[in-house]
């Protein structure tokens, strides 16, 4: 596992063993740290207090310079301590003085670059610039310090294919930085990055305001902060389509806290010589942290062995709006399975997930939403808690969600729908204190709900309004009682009423397997309802805050649990879950 490092001083809330400035002693639970009922797990918290000098209008800078790119060469006023160098449209700043300096920058130049070393925070304006290297990076900050980035009219900027004047110094991208990027204002650009990556920052990158970027990258990462990347305003626009490329990657943390965000990956999986083992593509890679605070943030990855969101360590969703969509295969060759499961183990293959987090995952607000083709919608390494917000994820080949420790619910509206194995899966103990949950799994040995008992584990259900189709695992501890259906048909409506709370659903499947409710009391089931307003979720299958009216009531019984059983073992209680 890569280990990251923050440059600046970044705080994080109930990380564990974490410490302020990095991450070596954080080890996920599922390595050697073990998970238990009853610990309380706080969600990792970015400060984003941090982030309080990015603000361009509260700093104050000297002067300002104007750089005007042309087919004639590049024209400089404001240049009073002649900082600047011009050869053709080759410009290079040398700020040796203590000023801080603003470049404004506009023009047009098919062969021009914009190389700077600087002492001091900087900040470039591009107001309406339209800039191509046939060399390298269209911008090139050597310089460590803050480097604001105010958009302004429309502009442009494009790096050459290959990199050929790098003098032995960094250059990773179209945009490419030693120091903080921090993008604003209220213009459009957009990065076109045919040799690199499309933007990076050897710190972090930071969009903010309400700028529009959009970045298009064919050989690189479409945004790169090695310490962070945070997207607090703006609308983001990415696409990727080498192999093994991310739309988002930080050594260290992603954080969303709003604007929108679109990230389109088709990239495949292939082998990385400088790993030495295969690596897939991602629509956002956070070697240490994920985090989503607010704004929207919309995925799609198309490319075989490609997942949506990807992590070493935690993934934590606090707020905002998550769609993402895989549609690839898995990448390379799977051993025998007796079980369908898209891959084994194998060294040279690579599975297509939609969120995938080697560590915990936290869901604790916000919506959720994910669509898997080939293996699980949602994996966890670690554990999984969910305590608000809703999380819906669909899986045509796989678990729906599956957490390799423990599974615990305790608020918000869960579904996991699986075509072809569990809906929700646990290979630790699986605890169900509250929420409202739909899952929906296949005939046996897969289930609705699974936890692992053939390792000891359990199922406990202790409170929460449960609709399973497919049934729950065998030996569930029920201290609050659970009722199945005598029979039930595909695309009914049902409304179901227990104690104080009200739901419909219909199901996508009929007959054959349990169908298991559950409620503060003995719920009401009524098939062919009539249902009217409220708040439809989980892709249209389910209604809160509706009314129902007319149907007929389906006779209940009490249930114990159980579907046929499963099998246990790793990967989502079947062998070859990875």
């Known amino acids: ?65 104007k750089i005007v790119f042309a087919d004639g060469g590049a024209q400089v006023t404001g240049d009073e301590n002649g900082i600047v160098v011009v050869s053709g449209n080759h410009v290079t700043v040398n700020n040796t003085t203590d000023e801080k300096v603003i470049f404004e920058l506009s023009g047009t130049a098919a062969d021009g670059l914009l190389k700077l070393y600087n002492q001091k925070k900087q900040a470039l304006i591009l107001n309406n610039l339209d800039l191509t290297n046939s060399q390298g990076a269209a911008i090139n900050n050597q310089g460590k310090k803050r480097c604001f980035v105010v958009v302004k009219g429309d502009n442009a900027l494009k790096d050459a294919a290959t990199y050929s004047t790098t003098d032995g110094e960094d250059e990773k991208a179209a945009i ?27 710190d972090y990158v930071h969009f903010m305001g309400t700028p529009t970027v959009t970045v298009s990258s064919s050989a690189g990462h479409g945004v790169r902060g090695k310490d962070a990347v945070i997207v607090s305003g703006g609308t983001i626009n990415i696409s990727v389509s080498a192999n093994m490329k991310k ?22 999986a292939a082998y990385d010589s400088e790993d030495a083992e295969y690596s897939g593509t991602a629509g956002i890679k956070a070697d240490c942290l994920f985090e989503i605070n ?54 040279n293959s690579v599975s297509a997930k939609g969120i995938k987090f080697d560590g915990n995952i936290i869901f604790a607000g916000g919506s959720v939403a994910v669509k898997c083709a080939a293996n699980e919608g949602i994996e966890s390494k670690g554990n999984i808690i969910i305590t608000d917000g809703v999380v819906y994820s669909y899986s045509a080949a796989d678990d729906a969600i599956n957490s390799a420790g423990t599974f615990t619910i305790e608020g918000g509206y869960v579904c996991g729908y699986a075509v072809k194995n569990d809906g929700l899966d646990a290979n630790g103990n699986f605890y169900i204190k509250g929420g409202t ?31 399973a189709v497919g049934g729950l695992e065998s030996g569930a501890s029920l201290t609050q009682s659970c009722y199945q259906a005598a029979s039930w048909d595909k695309n009914t409506w049902y409304s179901m009423t227990a104690g104080d709370t009200e739901i419909a659903f219909k199901t996508p499947t009929s007959g054959g397997t349990p169908l298991v409710v559950s409620g503060a009391e003995k719920p009401t089931l009524v098939s ?8 439809s979720l989980f892709n249209g299958m389910f209604v809160v805050g509706g009314s129902a009216s007319e149907g007929s009531e389906v006779s209940l019984s009490s249930y114990s649990g159980g579907n046929g059983g499963g099998f246990g073992g790793p990967g989502g209680g079947r062998p070859g879950g990875w």
């Open 1 to 65: 596992m890569k280990k990251g490092y923050f440059a600046f001083a970044m705080l994080l809330i109930g990380c564990g063993s974490c410490s302020t400035d990095n991450f070596d002693d954080i080890t996920p639970v599922g390595e050697s740290q073990t998970a238990t009922a009853d610990t309380t797990t706080v969600s990792p918290k970015f400060d984003n207090s941090i982030l309080e000098e990015d603000n361009f209008a509260e700093t104050k800078f000297d002067r300002t310079i």
């Open 176 to 202: 490419f930085s030693e120091g903080q990027l921090i993008f604003s204002g209220d213009g459009t650009l957009s990065v076109t990055a045919q040799g690199k990556s499309g933007i990076t920052s050897d």
């Open 247 to 268: 739309g988002i990657a930080s050594d260290s943390l992603v954080c969303i806290n709003g604007g929108t965000t679109v990230i389109n990956v088709t990239g495949s």
């Open 294 to 347: 607010g704004g929207s943030l919309d995925i799609t990855n198309s490319g075989a062995g490609g997942k949506g969101i990807s992590g070493d360590l935690t993934g934590c969703f606090n707020g905002g709006s998550v769609t993402v969509t895989v549609s690839g295969s898995n990448y390379g060759q799977s051993s025998a399975n007796p079980f369908g499961r898209g891959n084994s183990s194998n060294s």
């Open 437 to 467: 949950i739909y899952a929906i799994g296949t005939s046996a040995p897969e289930l609705a709900i699974d936890a692992n008992t053939e390792g000891g584990c359990k199922l406990y259900v202790s409170g929460g309004t449960i609709v």
């Open 528 to 535: 062919g309802a009539s249902v009217t307003g409220g708040t």
